[in-house]
Every structure is written in structure tokens, then in C-alpha cells.
């Protein structure tokens, strides 16, 4: 049997949970232990995840067939391991570390039904979970001893710029297949609009770095308005919203520092 753990597909999961550890690293002033500690709990449930989705029974054909002892035994032991890094973590945190946990978990909390009901793929699920994942920098800041004001603001940036990347790929999924979702169009309109109109603002008060981080995905959400992107090109779409994403990383991890 392959004693491997089973990882998780989503590459826009791998690409918003490497991002959140990247953000909150760049503005950490410092590296205590409890927020490795957190840092690998955050990784350690992520992990979780396929397994826990293998255990469910939500992956078909050679996952299925493969049986769900191995999912199992990955599902108890990252399951358990990310539950004492979190306590350990947590011994020295601030009290408004720990509140600042509570967000992305109640997003997990609420994910998991749609889980149990293989609705996670739903535009609620990928949204819970863009919520989850961006909003996992909030307690990892605070934990790195970084102030309320700037693990709220760099938690809220990546939080608008994942969710918008999920209904921008959902839109244009949508019309690939000829089933309109027309939630996601229009919370993708509203969205690249208010991106766009809060880094525009933010540029003409002098705040150029959070001005230009907020304006990537706005600007690639312009471009997927103005013109039909060629289906043939979906890849090169994936790999655009990641690079977008990292320079809202990059630029918002630069002005918090």
C-alpha cells in the first residue's frame, strides 16, 4: 500500500495557501515559535483536507478504488497534529490572537456541511474557503507580534483579491460551459469595480504601494469583461491570476513592513 499521503488537488488552493504564508511572513516582526507553530497547523489542516475528502468518499475512480484506509490514517494523525501545534501555539498568544483565529475557522466550520453534501465545488464552498485562506494571515500576523491595523488591513486585501479571483475563474467557467452563473458575474463586476476604486483612492492619497496591490486583479477582471478569453488559453489564465495574486502579496507585504 503507498504510505504516502494523499495531497490535495486544487491548484488555486495550493497557490492561496502558499501566498497567505508568504503575506504573513513579510510582515512579521518578529519569528516567535508559537507562530511556526500556528504556521504549521494552518499547513497541517490544509493537508487534512484530501484525505478527509478521500474518508467522504468525494473522489471517485483510483482514489475510490484505493480505499479509504490510508485516508484514514492521514485524516487522524495531520488531524491530530495540527490540533496540538495549534495549542501549543496558542499558550503565549494575545487574547486578540486567538480572537482573530475564530474568522477562518467559523469559514471551515460552515465549508464542512457542503463538504458532507460534495457541494465543496459550489460558489459558496470556494468562497468560504477563499475566506478562510486569506483571512488565515489576521491571527498569523498577530501571532508574529504585528499591530491590529495591519494584519486587519492585510488579511481584508487578500480576502477581496481571493474572492474576486474565484468569481472570475467561476464566470468565465461558466460561459466556457454554457451554464451562466449569474452570482458570480455580477459579484465579479461589483468586485473588480470596488478594487479597482479603492486602489485608485489609495493612489491619490499617496499610499502608492496598497494603491498598486489592490489593482492587479481588478485590472485582469477589466480585461475578462472587455473581451472573451479563449478557452484554449484557460491554463494561461490560471497562471495570470496566480502571478496577480503574488504582487498583491508582494506590494502589500512591502508597504505593511
Given at each position: 500500500m503507498d504510505l504516502w499521503?494523499?495531497?490535495?488537488?486544487?491548484?488555486?488552493?495550493w497557490v492561496q495557501v502558499s501566498l497567505a504564508t508568504l503575506a504573513a511572513l513579510l510582515v512579521a516582526p518578529s519569528y516567535p515559535g508559537g507562530f511556526w507553530a500556528w504556521l504549521g497547523a494552518l499547513w497541517l489542516a490544509f493537508l487534512a483536507h484530501e484525505p478527509l475528502l478521500r474518508v467522504l468518499d468525494q473522489r471517485g475512480g483510483k482514489a475510490k478504488a484505493e480505499g479509504h484506509a490510508r485516508a484514514w490514517i492521514w485524516l487522524?494523525?495531520?488531524?491530530t497534529l495540527a490540533v496540538v501545534l495549534a495549542w501549543l501555539g496558542g499558550r503565549h498568544a494575545p487574547p486578540h490572537a486567538w480572537l482573530a483565529v475564530l474568522a477562518p475557522l467559523a469559514c471551515a466550520g460552515?465549508?464542512?456541511p457542503g463538504i458532507l453534501r460534495g457541494e465543496e465545488k459550489s460558489l459558496p464552498g470556494e468562497l468560504l474557503a477563499a475566506v478562510a485562506l486569506g483571512g488565515a494571515t489576521w491571527p498569523l500576523?498577530?501571532?508574529?507580534?504585528a499591530s491590529l491595523a495591519t494584519a486587519g488591513q492585510l488579511a481584508g486585501v487578500l480576502v477581496l483579491a481571493f474572492v474576486l479571483g474565484t468569481l472570475l475563474i467561476r464566470r468565465f467557467l461558466a460561459q466556457l460551459r454554457q451554464r451562466p452563473e449569474p452570482i458570480s458575474a455580477v459579484g465579479a463586476a461589483l468586485l473588480t469595480g470596488l478594487g479597482a476604486g479603492l486602489g485608485l483612492v489609495l493612489l491619490s492619497?499617496?499610499?502608492?504601494?496598497?494603491?498598486?496591490?489592490?489593482?492587479?486583479?481588478?485590472?485582469?477582471?477589466?480585461?475578462l469583461f472587455a473581451?472573451?478569453?479563449?478557452?484554449?488559453h484557460l491554463k494561461r489564465l490560471g497562471w495570470m491570476m496566480a502571478a496577480g495574486n503574488t504582487a498583491v502579496v508582494l506590494l502589500m507585504g512591502a508597504a505593511l513592513r
Open positions: 499521503p494523499p495531497l490535495p488537488r486544487e491548484h488555486g488552493a487522524g494523525f495531520l488531524g460552515f465549508l464542512l500576523a498577530l501571532r508574529a507580534g492619497e499617496g499610499r502608492v504601494l496598497e494603491g498598486l496591490a489592490l489593482l492587479p486583479l481588478p485590472l485582469l477582471g477589466f480585461r473581451k472573451p478569453w479563449p478557452p484554449r
